[in-house]
T-cell receptor, first 113, second 116 residues
């Protein structure tokens, strides 16, 4: 079945550090890939997505590139801020069949000033 | 504000109680979802409604009973829950691709449920 594997957290970085959160997936065919973010006390918000190989999703300084050859969708940001502290979820969705999203376990990110 | 609201935000109930969670979406979507978020586990999809018909039920115990009276509202009726059912319950909506819409799901803030 489909699955998403994220690097285990928690991750703690200093402000302005470079961020990478690894995500790899297993799926049939070529799924769409997503990063969602969950700020404290809130639901999940879509951060970025990519729907086909070599697509790059970007938003709020975050980027992730759909790598079919390595089945990866790593999240990166060049200079993190305290306000980026949240839990980040990688997810996939097949491009056929039902609307089901398969999520990773989430990575908690804490940015210290 | 994502256009998906959930009430209540927090709920404490005993194992013999009956309660309901409510979700409402203001985005004109035609698919709605219930997820369970437990600590240190991936989000678990519980139910999917598309065009007001239940299209997925992921082996959820019968003590959870969903209801989708129209495309804007989704309920989760709870009865005789167990302490291990304590979790954050998230609702989401999307435009089903069969209707030509995108595949992005928009989530509500969740209901934090504690079963004593």
């Amino acid at each position: 079945g489909d699955s998403v594997t994220q690097m285990e957290g928690p991750v703690t970085l200093s402000e302005e550090a470079f961020l990478t959160i690894n995500c790899t997936y297993t799926a049939t065919g070529y799924p769409s890939l997503f990063w969602y973010v969950q700020y404290p006390g809130e639901g999940l918000q879509l951060l970025l997505k990519a729907t086909k190989a070599d697509d790059k999703g970007s938003n709020k300084g975050f980027e992730a590139t759909y790598r079919k050859e390595t089945t990866s969708f790593h999240l990166e940001k060049g200079s993190v801020q305290v306000s980026d502290s949240a839990v980040y979820f990688c997810a996939l969705r097949r491009n056929f069949g039902n609307e089901k999203l398969t999520f990773g376990t989430g990575t908690r990110l804490t940015i210290i000033p | 504000e994502t256009g998906v609201t959930q009430t209540p935000r927090h709920l404490v109930m005993g194992m013999t109680n009956k309660k309901s969670l409510k979700c409402e979406q203001h985005l004109g979507h035609n698919a709605m979802y219930w997820y369970k978020q437990s600590a240190k586990k991936p989000l678990e999809l519980m139910f999917v409604y598309s065009l007001e018909e239940r299209v997925e039920n992921n082996s959820v115990p019968s003590r959870f009973s969903p209801e989708c009276p129209n495309s804007s509202h989704l309920f989760l009726h709870l009865h005789t829950l167990q302490p291990e059912d304590s979790a954050l319950y998230l609702c989401a909506s999307s435009q089903a691709r069969g209707a030509g819409g995108t595949d992005t799901q928009y989530f509500g803030p969740g209901t934090r449920l504690t079963v004593l």
